[in-house]
């Protein structure tokens, strides 16, 4: 008897999902894509529905995965839950030698944890082709533009320029908008506060903020007042003035949770709270999913979901554990 054989990107994922799975299980690492397409030439058959030609850019790694799979019993690609992580796993079975009657399965989580990585073996699918064509259309176009246009700028603009497929629109929205600062005609404009004190006013919570909204019976736009010499003269007129509330509203207001992080505004909070950059957030971020030794029993496990993603919905499952934790640990009210 063989044992069954899970392939994954890293070798940190793999010691994570090995130490789950145990015996009857040998975890290996592809060392991220085995296959892409060669650096000295465009190797996309533009005259035949723009067919790329591969090669294996890591025949060490490619022959360790033969000899690993050779007596396998079963193989389970585990790689990531996007069209890259998929196109990884449809690499593999086009590059490694996998025996014929040997059964090739393709699972996906969203976070290494020993529920979610064994749920996930016990419903696998197969490889999800219209994902690799995905996948496979980004990289084809990605060596297109670039191979294409960077010559191009090294003769005409500077040499050392490069394009692509994503980095030449987003400088041309960047282009666009500095246009657009650069075009803009500042128009003063003042409003005037007053922080105003309930009587007796003790309290912080008896301070509270007033903005002038009229006067002389009239609505107050937000270009009213235009100069500061107009400002000043309101507020001389309204020095020593008494205050009266005349209508207080109270009404309940139901303010839900942010949604969970996608990549970009994980990006975002981390480079507005901590200054990291999207490189340093996106490092950390893969060292978290993929297992971080949290000691005692635990061991090595992964902390947060899948980070490279564009939803925010929340797994039903994993809704109902995020419920049992905060009722364990802060009560039901």
């Known amino acids: 008897m063989g044992e069954k054989v899970v392939i994954v990107e890293s070798p940190a994922k793999a010691r994570t999902i090995q130490k789950y ?3 009857g299980y040998k ?13 000295n030439g465009l190797a996309i058959d533009i005259e035949h529905d723009f067919a790329p ?17 050779r ?25 490694v030698k996998t025996p014929k009657k040997t059964p090739i399965y393709r699972v ?6 020993r529920n ?9 699918r197969q490889i999800n082709q219209n994902l690799v064509d995905a996948q496979q259309a980004r990289r084809v176009l990605d060596r297109l533009v670039g191979y294409q246009l960077s010559p191009l700028l090294w003769d005409k603009v500077k040499r050392g320029l490069s394009a692509g497929r994503v980095q030449s629109v987003a400088v041309r929205l960047i282009v666009e908008r500095e246009r657009e600062i650069e075009n803009f005609k500042p128009q003063e404009y003042w409003t005037i506060e007053v ?20 006067r002389d019976g009239k609505k107050l736009e937000k270009f009213s007042i235009e100069r500061r010499e107009q400002a000043e003269t309101i507020v001389a007129d309204l020095q020593g003035a008494a205050y009266t509330v005349l209508k207080v509203t109270r009404r309940d207001k139901r303010r839900s949770p942010p ?5 970009s505004t994980l990006q975002q909070e981390a480079a507005r709270k901590l200054g990291f950059s999207a490189k340093k957030t996106m490092t950390l971020a893969q060292r978290l999913y993929e297992g971080v030794d949290v000691g005692g029993e635990e061991g090595t496990v992964g902390l947060i979901t899948y980070m490279r993603t564009d939803s925010v919905q929340v797994a039903a499952e994993a809704q109902a554990e995020a419920r049992e934790v905060i009722d364990r640990r802060f009560g039901r009210e």
Do not use: C
């Not at 990531?80 to 992580?85: C, H, M, S, T, Y």
């Not at 979610?116 to 696998?124: E, M, R, S, T």
């Not at 949604?259 to 990549?263: D, E, G, K, Q």
């Open 71 to 95: 007596n396998a019993d079963a193989i389970y690609l585990a790689t990531d839950p996007d069209r890259e992580g998929e196109a990884i796993a449809w690499h593999i079975t086009q590059a």
């Open 27 to 39: 975890v290996t690492s592809s060392m991220g894509h085995v296959r892409d397409l060669p650096k």
């Open 108 to 113: 996906v989580f969203q976070e290494i944890t």
């Open 195 to 214: 922080d105003l004190l309930k009587e007796p006013g003790i309290a912080p919570r008896d301070l509270f903020r007033a903005t002038l909204i009229e």
């Open 259 to 263: 949604p969970p992080f996608t990549t």
């Open 21 to 23: 799975l145990g015996k």
């Open 53 to 69: 030609s591969y090669e294996i850019v890591k025949p060490k790694v490619v022959s360790e995965l033969n000899q690993a799979v």
């Open 116 to 124: 979610a990585v064994q749920q996930a073996l016990q419903q696998p």
